[in-house]
């Protein structure tokens, strides 16, 4: 599979006992290295306007790959990596899985995923379709707005996705759970409706969420405002 937003393979190497794969170089790494203040090492935050053209590119990866009926399944910061330019791209498809066909669910023999990321209904039941891919990526886009995990490390308990669902649109308690490391440098318009958005990616009932493709459009549509 080729798309500019999807990690290429460069070569593999099948020679015994190493198996390896070779993938292009991305210098800035994984995007979760430049979210949250407990990253070591990372001396400039991203730009509001670089996280969005961030969340537009894997949109647009997701996008590809639920028109060629293939699940993610493993949507996290730390899968989306960075080249130098900023430009994301999905990579570690180990979970990946084509199907459904349809609208309809599969139903997977193992859940596999990460916490805090997996949509409730595949966890749950192990019913899988591209929407609990959505879900994850409605994750990503609370962690870049917030600057805070999914799962808090030192509180396994808590919860991005509750703990911001409670805010719904209410723009004045969104200014404070926006991530300070943007410094109010940010359009409250546009990062309230994707804020909006987001919301609408990781509510519980999967029919309810958008598509791959209307969250880019709906993206498209945010930064569009800026140009």
């Not at 794969?21 to 979760?32: A, F, G, R």
């Not at 590809?64 to 993610?72: G, I, K, P, R």
């Not at 979970?95 to 949509?119: I, K, Q």
């Amino acid at each position: 599979m080729a798309h500019p937003n999807i990690i290429k393979l460069l070569g593999y190497c099948m020679d015994e006992p190493e198996r390896l794969l070779v993938y292009e170089y991305m210098p800035n790494k994984s995007l979760d290295r430049f979210l949250f203040t407990d990253t070591p090492n990372i001396a400039v935050p991203l730009s509001w306007r670089t996280r969005l053209l961030i969340m537009i590119g894997v949109a647009r990866g997701l996008t590809y790959l639920h028109s060629a009926n293939v699940t993610y399944r493993d949507v996290k910061s730390a899968n989306i990596l960075l080249d130098g330019d900023f430009n994301a791209k999905l990579a570690d498809f180990g979970h990946a899985r084509r199907g459904p066909e349809t609208e309809g669910t599969h139903v997977s023999t193992c859940v596999v995923g990460t916490y805090g990321y997996a949509a409730p209904e595949y966890v749950q039941t192990g019913r899988l379709n591209i929407k609990s891919d959505v879900y994850g990526f409605g994750v990503v886009m609370l962690e870049s707005i917030t600057g805070q995990r999914a799962i808090d490390r030192n509180n396994q308990h808590q919860n991005l996705v509750e703990c911001v669902t409670q805010i719904k649109s209410d723009k004045r308690k969104l200014k404070k759970i926006m991530d300070p490391r943007l410094e109010d440098k940010y359009p409250l318009k546009g990062t309230s409706e994707c804020f909006e958005l987001a919301l609408r990616c990781v509510v519980h009932n999967p029919k309810e969420r958008p598509s791959s493709e209307q969250v880019l459009q709906s993206l498209e549509q945010i930064h569009g405002l800026y140009k």
